[in-house]
C-alpha cells in the first residue's frame, strides 16, 4: 500500500500541468498520483500517458468522459491505494521541502500505530503579478506538531477556515463517509472538506506553507465574475452543505460551532454575489436561497439571521445592498479574489 495517493484532476491542463505533476515526483514511491483526464481535448490526456509510461510504479493516467472537477475527484477516492489521500489541481503545486516534511510525519506516525484522520498544513496564494504572496496559516488556532482532537481548537478567524488546499485525509475515511461530489457543478472543494468533518477525531498540523495555490487564470473558477456567472453551482454547493447535517446535533460543540462557521460565510459568499451582479433575476435567488434555508431548517435560518453579516445582508433597498456589500473584502478572504 502506498503511503499517500495525490489526485490531479485534469481538463484542458496542457499549459501548466506539468509544473503541478513535476512539483509531485519528490515524493518517491511512498507516493501514488493519479491523474484524473476529465474529457480534454487538448494534449492533457497525452501527457498524462507520457507520465505513466515513465513513472508506471508511481503514476496512474485515467481518462473519463467530462463530469467536471468533482468527478475527477470522485475517480481519484475510488481508485486510491494510499493510506493517506490529497488533491492539487492540475493549475497549483507544492513546496518540495515541505512535502517532504509531510511525508517524513506521515510515516512516523504510521510507523508509531497512530490513527490520524486529518493533516492540516499553510497554503499560499499565488497570485498572478502579486509582489506579496498572502498566506493562510493556522498558527495559535490548533496545536502544532502532535495529535489533537476539535476539543483543542480555537475559533477560526474569518479567512482562517480549513480549505481543500489545507488538508490530507485518511482515504478509509472518505470511504466510510460515503463522500461522493456531484458531477458537472464547481465549488465541489467545499463539500470535499465539509461533509467529512464530523468523522474527524484526529488532527495534526503541520506549520508548513506546502500548497501553492495560483490565482490569475481568466477562466479561472475563483475569479470574480466566473463565479456570478455560475451562480446556479455555488447555491448548489450551499444547499449541498446546509442538506448534509443538522449541525445543531453534532455534539463536539468546538466541531459545531466552526461547522456553523463555514456554513455561514459559504452562504454570505453566495449571497453577496448574488446582490453584486445587480440583477432582478439574481435578487430572486437571493430570496430564494434564503426560503429554502428557512423551510430546510428554521433554527438554522434565526442563527444565520442573527449573526451580523445574515442581519447585514437582509437590510431593505438599495442602501441596505450597499451596506451588505461592504462585507465583501470579507467573502474574498475565504475565496482568494485578493
Known amino acids: 500500500m502506498k503511503l499517500l495517493t495525490i489526485t490531479v484532476p485534469c481538463y484542458n491542463s496542457q499549459g501548466y500541468m506539468r509544473r503541478c505533476i513535476d512539483s509531485l515526483l519528490p515524493g518517491g514511491e511512498d507516493v501514488e498520483i493519479i491523474i484524473a483526464d476529465d474529457g480534454s481535448t487538448d494534449q492533457t490526456g497525452a501527457i498524462a500517458d507520457e507520465y505513466s509510461e515513465k513513472y508506471p510504479s508511481m503514476i496512474r493516467a485515467v481518462h473519463q468522459e467530462n463530469g467536471g472537477h468533482g468527478e475527477g475527484l470522485n475517480t481519484g477516492i475510488l481508485q486510491a491505494t494510499g493510506l493517506y489521500f490529497k488533491v492539487v489541481d492540475s493549475d497549483d503545486w507544492v513546496d518540495t521541502d515541505s512535502y517532504l516534511e509531510i511525508l517524513k510525519t506521515l510515516r512516523s506516525l504510521c510507523s508509531s500505530g497512530c490513527m490520524l484522520d486529518m493533516m492540516i498544513s499553510n497554503f499560499i496564494y499565488e497570485k498572478e503579478g502579486a509582489r506579496h504572496k498572502k498566506a493562510t496559516r493556522y498558527r495559535r488556532l490548533l496545536p502544532e506538531n502532535q495529535l489533537f482532537d476539535w476539543s483543542e481548537t480555537r475559533k477560526f478567524n474569518v479567512g482562517k477556515y480549513i480549505l481543500m488546499h489545507s488538508v490530507i485525509y485518511r482515504t478509509q475515511l472518505l470511504w466510510d463517509c460515503h463522500l461522493v461530489l456531484p458531477k458537472h457543478t464547481f465549488y465541489v472543494d467545499n463539500l470535499f472538506v465539509y461533509v467529512p468533518l464530523p468523522y474527524v477525531k484526529t488532527m495534526y498540523y503541520m506549520d508548513v506553507d506546502f500548497y501553492r495555490y495560483y490565482i490569475g487564470r481568466e477562466d479561472q473558477s475563483a475569479n ?39 456554513l455561514e460565510i459559504m452562504t454570505v459568499i453566495s449571497t453577496v454575489l448574488l446582490i453584486k451582479s445587480g440583477t432582478e433575476e439574481n435578487l430572486q435567488k437571493k430570496r430564494d ?16 439571521r ?21 462585507i465583501y473584502k470579507i467573502s474574498q478572504k475565504v475565496i482568494g479574489f485578493n
Open 224 to 262: 470574480e465574475q466566473v463565479m456570478i456567472r455560475r451562480i446556479d453551482q455555488q447555491i448548489k454547493v450551499n444547499k449541498m452543505m446546509i442538506d448534509a447535517y443538522d449541525v445543531r446535533k453534532i455534539a463536539d460543540r468546538h466541531l459545531r460551532r466552526y461547522m456553523l462557521s463555514y
Open 306 to 326: 442573527r449573526r451580523i453579516m445574515g442581519q447585514t445582508l437582509h437590510l431593505p433597498g438599495k442602501g441596505g445592498r450597499g451596506i451588505a456589500l461592504t
Open 289 to 304: 436561497l434564503w426560503t429554502y434555508i428557512k423551510e430546510k431548517d428554521i433554527r438554522l435560518f434565526h442563527y444565520l
